[in-house]
């Protein structure tokens, strides 16, 4: 199976072809600007864009109550991602195990969680662990639900980078005298987690939009924070506005990381090719 990139799979547009391209893009932009300029034209009209509507947000309560929101968000994405990483990791090297009775258990716990939704995962640590005597903080509830579903898709992800790699590189590195599990773990999971990069992060920004199911059991995350602003102010519009910015942002962080990593895997492997050479 080769690597090459996905711009050479196909012909590159023609003149016309470019032209299409570029004039559907301005119809697009226009359109959405279109839309956005009646949204907020709408919003104006009823008052949404006034002085008075928006001051409740200087208060220093409020700021005090989004910030231990966006605390909390992060800390629950935070862990859960880390934990789905290292989980979702040992998942795909176990799909890949020449053991075929582990293989088999593991595709079969990875399609059960893959497709359930993670908030009938969430009822479930909130209503069945409780039977077993596993009574579990709030905050480990959210954490775990999001953890399960999505370690099982990140097991995906990786796995599918891994067996794009050739197969003479294991082979090239067993020949050198490296055990199998040294292979993978120097060779083979650095070229994997580079090539999964993008799909990773838009794993990790779904991971971090799924912290929102927190509101199901009151965990005091931002959508949950919005609520309580809106119910108190009766400008719900207004917070739901500045958590959804607040959400972007985090996300443009997110995604400006994931290129700094991608960057910093590159020149690890340039340099590394440099040596072998």
């Known amino acids: ?15 016309r072809g470019r032209r299409t391209i570029r004039l559907a893009s301005m119809l697009v932009v226009a359109l959405l600007a ?4 009646l949204v907020l034209y709408r919003f104006g009209r009823s008052g ?3 002085r008075q509507a928006w001051a409740i947000f200087e ?7 989004l910030g231990k929101a966006l605390y909390a968000t992060v800390r629950a994405a935070l862990l859960a991602g880390l934990i789905a990483l290292a989980w979702g990791t040992a998942l795909a090297l176990m799909r890949l ?18 497709s359930l939704p993670t908030l009938l995962v969430l009822y479930f640590t909130i209503l069945v662990l409780p039977f077993y005597g596993l009574r579990l903080p709030i905050y480990g509830q959210l954490v775990l639900a999001l953890t399960i579903t999505n370690a099982s898709m990140i097991s995906e992800v990786l796995r599918a980078s891994l067996l ?6 294991l082979e090239a590195s067993l020949s050198l005298g490296l055990t199998r599990p040294r292979a993978f773990w120097y060779i083979i999971l650095p070229q994997g987690f580079r090539a999964a990069m993008p799909a990773l992060v838009a794993q990790l920004v779904y991971l971090l939009k799924g912290t929102t199911l927190g509101y199901v059991i009151s965990y005091e995350e931002l959508l949950y924070s919005a ?10 519009l207004q917070s739901i506005l500045v958590v959804t910015a607040i959400y972007l942002v985090l996300n443009i962080i997110l995604s400006r990381v994931s290129i700094w990593i991608e960057q910093r895997l590159c020149v690890r492997g340039a340099a590394a090719s440099s040596k072998r050479k």
């Open 48 to 50: 949404g864009l006034d």
């Open 97 to 114: 195990s020449r053991h075929r009775w582990l293989r088999m258990a593991v595709a079969a716990y990875v399609e059960v969680t893959r």
């Open 227 to 236: 609520k309580l602003i809106g119910e108190y102010t009766n400008f719900i």
């Open 1 to 15: 199976m080769t690597n090459a990139p996905i711009d050479r799979m196909f012909d590159p547009p023609g003149p």
């Open 164 to 169: 794009s790699i050739p197969a003479g590189q």
């Open 34 to 37: 279109g839309l956005a300029w």
């Open 59 to 65: 208060s220093p309560n409020v700021i005090k109550l």
